[in-house]
C-alpha cells in the first residue's frame, strides 16, 4: 500500500487542494520535543526508463519551529546540461494550517552554482525564497526534473539533520522490468516493498515518526547514526558513455578511461622532472620532492564543466593555469611522477573530517574526492594534492583510515588509506597559573597537537596573524573576564607532523570570591553532557588528551577542599583526574583517551554515565580559604 500512497502524492496531489493541511497542533508531542523543525511529509518518485534517463518527483512540507531552522526557507535545486527542471511550485501555511501565499515560476530564481571555491562551472540552481512569517509556520513545495545523463541514482536520507524531527518520509523507484535496482539499507525500521505490475518493477521505502535528537554540544568525537537508503543501477550512462556498477573493478575502469590520456607535460616541467631525478636517487625522496614542487606553483579551485565531476582536465592545463580541481590537481602530480618513472593511481575516497567510510560491499558512486597514491616498495606514499600547506605523505581526518576506489589499467581496486595510532593523536596541554586575588591572574599555556590533530590546528592557526591568533582565543577560552597578552604558533612538517600553540593571558575571573574563600576550577577543558537519547553512537577516532598545569596559589590562601581524584576505564576509553597539593601550590593533572568503536544503541546508556561522570567530573570545585595570623 506505500506504493500507491507515495504515488497519489506525487501525481495527484495539488498544494492548492489542501488548506488546514499541516495545522501546528497536529504533530505529535514526541516529534515537536528536541526539534528545530518538524518534516510532515517528504516523498520522491524516481522513474527510470533506460540507463541514462529518469524523471525524479519531489513534495515536501516542513513545519519551522524556529529561526534555527530558517535554511529550509531557500530551496535550491541543481541542475546541468544533463537535466532539465521542469517546475517549481510551493507555498506557505500559517500555525493553524491555513494557505498564506502560494509560489510558482516567477518566485523562482535562475543562478550560476559558481561558489567562493569554485572557479567555473557550467552548473546551474534554481532557487525559491519561502518568505519569513511568524513561527511556527510550514513550507511545502514540489518539484519536477528530467535526466538525460545518469552516473547514478539518488540516496535517500529519512532525516535530514539531528534536530529535525520526521513525521513521513519515503522514496519510491520505478524501472522498466527488465532492470535492477540494487540497494543497501542503514538504520531502517522497514525494509523494501518491492513489486511488479505490467511491465515495471516498483520499490517503496518508507519510514515514519523519527523523532529529533537533544543537542550534542559540539563534540567532534562523537556521531549518531541515521536512518538512510543507498541505492545504485547496475548498468548507466553518463555524458555518453556507458558503464557498469556489477563490480568495483567494472566501476573503477569507467572512471579510469574516462580520465586515460590526459596526462602530456609541458617542457618546462619534463625539464624540473629531469633535474629532480638527477638530483636525488631515493625514490621516495623524488616523489617528496616532486609533491613539493607541485605544491610550490598550484593551488585547487573547483572547476566543473562537461562531465567535469568525473573527467581532469588535461596536465598542461593544470601546469599553465596553476590551479585545478582535485582530480586536475592528482592528474598533473601524476604525470609528473610518470616523468619521473613512479607509477601512481588515482583514489576515489569518501572524504570529510567525520564522515562514514563508504560501505564496501555496496558498488555505488558514494566517493566526493580524489587523493594520490604512490606505491613505494616498503611504504605505499598517500599525496592530498589540494593543499599548499599539508606535509608529504600526511593524510589528516579528512581521508585517513577509509577505504578508497584505486583506478588502475586492470580495473578499480578497493585499498584502505592508513590510520594513525592513538599514541599519535596526542592533544597536550601543559601550563601555568598565578593566581592573584587582587589583580589579574596571569595564565601560560602550551598546546601540543599531533596525529590527526596537526591538520586541524594548522587549520585554525598557520595563516594567522598574531592579532588573529589573539581574537579566536577570546572565543575559545571559557572565562569571562581575560585579556590574551601574546600567541605563538610553530610547526614541525615531517611525515608525522606536531605543531605547537602557546599563549599567555591575564585573567581577571579565574575564580569566585565569597568572603574569605575563593572557589576555581581547575580544568580548563569541561566536556558537555551527553543527552538521554537511547541511539547507536559511533567514537570516530582513538585519541589521547593530556592535561598538565600547575596552579601557583594567592598569598595567604590554603585548600580547603578539593575534588576527590578519580578514574574509570571500560571498552570504550580511559579518563583520570588527580590533584597533587605541594606547598603553594597544586598540580592538577586530567588523561582522557579514547578507542573508536561503535556504541550500539542497549549500550548507550551505560556509555552515557561514562561520559557525564567524566562531564561531572571535570566540573569538581577547588575552595581556598584565607589563612589566619597568629
Known amino acids: 500500500m506505500r506504493k500507491i500512497i507515495i504515488i497519489s502524492l506525487l501525481v495527484v496531489t495539488s498544494l492548492r487542494c489542501f488548506p488546514q493541511f499541516y495545522p501546528f497542533d497536529s504533530i505529535p508531542g514526541h516529534l515537536k520535543k528536541n526539534a528545530d523543525a518538524v518534516v510532515r511529509t517528504e516523498q520522491c518518485l524516481y522513474t527510470v526508463t533506460a540507463p541514462g534517463k529518469a524523471v525524479q518527483k519531489m513534495k515536501k512540507a516542513v513545519t519551522l519551529l524556529n529561526e534555527d531552522a530558517t535554511y529550509y526557507r531557500y530551496l535550491d535545486i541543481p541542475y546541468d546540461k544533463y537535466s532539465k527542471v521542469n517546475y517549481i511550485k510551493g507555498a506557505v501555511y500559517d500555525e493553524k494550517g491555513e494557505l498564506i501565499q502560494f509560489l510558482g515560476m516567477q518566485n523562482v530564481f535562475d543562478l550560476s552554482a559558481v561558489t567562493g571555491g569554485t572557479f567555473y562551472s557550467d552548473d546551474r540552481i534554481k532557487r525559491m525564497y519561502f518568505p519569513v512569517n511568524?513561527?511556527?509556520?510550514?513550507?511545502?513545495?514540489?518539484?519536477?526534473?528530467?535526466?538525460?545523463?545518469?552516473?547514478?541514482?539518488?540516496?535517500?536520507?529519512?532525516?535530514?539533520?539531528?534536530?529535525?524531527?520526521?513525521?513521513?518520509?519515503?522514496?519510491?523507484?520505478v524501472l522498466p522490468s527488465g532492470m535492477r535496482l540494487r540497494f543497501s539499507q542503514q538504520n531502517l525500521k522497514n525494509n523494501a516493498d518491492s513489486v511488479i505490475t505490467g511491465d515495471k518493477r516498483i520499490y517503496t521505502w518508507q519510514e515514519t515518526n523519527i523523532p529529533a535528537r537533544s543537542y550534542l554540544a559540539s563534540n567532534a568525537r562523537f556521531r549518531f547514526s541515521t536512518p538512510v537508503l543507498y541505492a545504485a543501477p547496475e548498468d548507466f550512462e553518463y555524458g555518453g558513455?556507458?558503464?557498469?556498477?556489477?563490480?568495483?573493478?567494472?566501476?573503477?575502469?569507467?572512471?579510469?578511461?574516462?580520465?586515460?590520456?590526459?596526462?602530456?607535460?609541458?617542457?618546462?616541467?619534463?625539464?624540473?622532472?629531469?633535474?629532480?631525478?638527477?638530483?636525488?636517487?631515493?625514490?621516495?625522496?623524488?616523489?617528496?620532492?616532486?609533491?613539493?614542487?607541485?605544491?610550490?606553483?598550484?593551488?585547487?579551485?573547483?572547476?566543473?564543466?562537461?562531465?567535469?565531476?568525473?573527467?581532469?582536465?588535461?596536465?598542461?592545463?593544470?601546469?599553465?593555469?596553476?590551479?585545478?580541481?582535485?582530480?586536475?590537481?592528482?592528474?598533473?602530480?601524476?604525470?609528473?611522477?610518470?616523468?619521473?618513472?613512479?607509477?601512481?593511481?588515482f583514489s576515489l575516497v569518501k572524504a570529510g573530517t567525520s564522515a562514514t567510510d563508504i560501505n564496501t560491499r555496496f558498488v555505488d558512486n558514494q566517493f566526493n574526492h580524489i587523493i594520490l597514491c604512490v606505491p613505494a616498495a616498503r611504504d605505499t606514499v598517500w599525496l592530498e594534492c589540494t593543499s599548499q600547506e599539508l606535509p608529504f605523505n600526511y593524510l589528516g581526518t579528512f581521508t585517513c583510515n577509509r577505504h578508497v576506489l584505486l583506478l588502475t589499467p586492470e580495473g578499480g581496486k578497493i585499498v584502505k588509506t592508513p590510520d594513525f595510532k592513538s599514541e599519535q593523536n596526542i592533544l597536550s596541554r601543559t601550563?601555568?597559573?598565578?593566581?592573584?586575588?587582587?589583580?589579574?591572574?596571569?595564565?601560560?599555556?602550551?598546546?601540543?597537537?599531533?596525529?590527526?590533530?596537526?591538520?586541524?590546528?594548522?587549520?585554525?592557526?598557520?595563516?594567522?596573524?598574531?592579532?588573529?591568533?589573539?581574537?579566536?582565543?577570546?572565543?575559545?577560552?571559557?572565562?569571562?573576564?581575560?585579556?590574551?597578552?601574546?600567541?605563538?604558533?610553530?610547526?614541525?612538517?615531517?611525515?608525522?607532523?606536531?605543531?605547537?600553540?602557546?599563549?599567555?593571558?591575564?585573567?581577571?575571573?579565574?575564580?569566585?570570591?565569597?568572603?574569605?574563600?575563593?572557589?576555581?576550577?581547575?580544568?580548563?577543558?569541561?566536556?558537555?553532557?551527553?543527552?538521554?537519547?537511547?541511539?547507536?553512537?559511533?567514537?570516530?577516532?582513538?585519541?589521547?588528551?593530556?592535561?598538565?598545569?600547575?596552579?601557583?596559589?594567592?598569598?595567604?590562601?590554603?585548600?580547603?577542599?578539593?575534588?576527590?581524584?578519580?578514574?574509570?576505564?571500560?571498552?570504550?576509553?580511559?579518563?583520570?583526574?588527580?590533584?597533587?597539593?605541594?606547598?603553594?601550590?597544586?598540580?592538577?593533572?586530567?588523561?582522557?583517551?579514547f578507542t573508536r568503536s561503535i556504541v550500539p544503541a542497549d549500550k548507550y546508556i551505560y556509555f552515557r554515565k561514562f561520559w557525564n561522570d567524566i562531564a561531572k567530573t571535570d566540573r569538581g570545585i577547588i575552595v581556598l580559604d584565607k589563612t589566619t595570623n597568629t
Not at 569507467?254 to 624540473?272: C, I
Not at 631525478?277 to 616532486?290: C, H, L, M, N
Not at 567514537?539 to 574509570?568: A, H, Q, W
Open 241 to 345: 558513455i556507458r558503464g557498469s556498477m556489477r563490480s568495483w573493478k567494472e566501476l573503477g575502469t569507467w572512471v579510469y578511461e574516462v580520465n586515460k590520456g590526459r596526462d602530456a607535460l609541458p617542457p618546462d616541467d619534463m625539464a624540473v622532472i629531469k633535474g629532480i631525478v638527477e638530483k636525488y636517487s631515493g625514490i621516495k625522496e623524488r616523489i617528496k620532492a616532486i609533491y613539493e614542487y607541485m605544491q610550490s606553483r598550484t593551488r585547487y579551485v573547483s572547476i566543473q564543466i562537461g562531465i567535469g565531476g568525473y573527467q581532469t582536465a588535461d596536465a598542461i592545463s593544470v601546469s599553465r593555469n596553476g590551479f585545478g580541481d582535485c582530480k586536475g590537481l592528482v592528474n598533473y602530480t601524476m604525470a609528473l611522477l610518470k616523468e619521473a618513472g613512479i607509477p601512481s593511481y
Open 134 to 173: 511568524r513561527y511556527p509556520f510550514t513550507i511545502e513545495y514540489e518539484y519536477e526534473i528530467s535526466y538525460t545523463s545518469l552516473f547514478g541514482y539518488p540516496d535517500w536520507s529519512f532525516q535530514d539533520y539531528g534536530n529535525i524531527s520526521v513525521e513521513k518520509s519515503g522514496i519510491q523507484y
Open 431 to 593: 601550563g601555568s597559573v598565578f593566581m592573584n586575588i587582587t589583580g589579574k591572574s596571569a595564565m601560560r599555556l602550551s598546546t601540543f597537537y599531533g596525529g590527526y590533530n596537526f591538520d586541524a590546528a594548522s587549520g585554525m592557526f598557520s595563516l594567522q596573524s598574531v592579532q588573529g591568533m589573539k581574537r579566536d582565543l577570546y572565543s575559545l577560552l571559557d572565562y569571562n573576564d581575560f585579556s590574551v597578552e601574546s600567541a605563538e604558533y610553530s610547526e614541525e612538517k615531517s611525515e608525522n607532523p606536531s605543531c605547537v600553540f602557546k599563549f599567555t593571558t591575564e585573567i581577571n575571573s579565574l575564580g569566585t570570591k565569597q568572603g574569605d574563600r575563593i572557589y576555581f576550577t581547575p580544568s580548563i577543558v569541561k566536556e558537555e553532557y551527553l543527552p538521554g537519547d537511547t541511539l547507536a553512537l559511533y567514537i570516530i577516532n582513538s585519541d589521547i588528551t593530556l592535561d598538565s598545569i600547575v596552579y601557583y596559589l594567592p598569598e595567604g590562601y590554603k585548600i580547603r577542599s578539593e575534588p576527590v581524584n578519580y578514574s574509570v576505564k571500560n571498552e570504550y576509553g580511559t579518563y583520570s583526574y588527580s590533584l597533587r597539593n605541594e606547598t603553594g601550590k597544586v598540580i592538577f593533572i586530567r588523561r582522557v583517551s
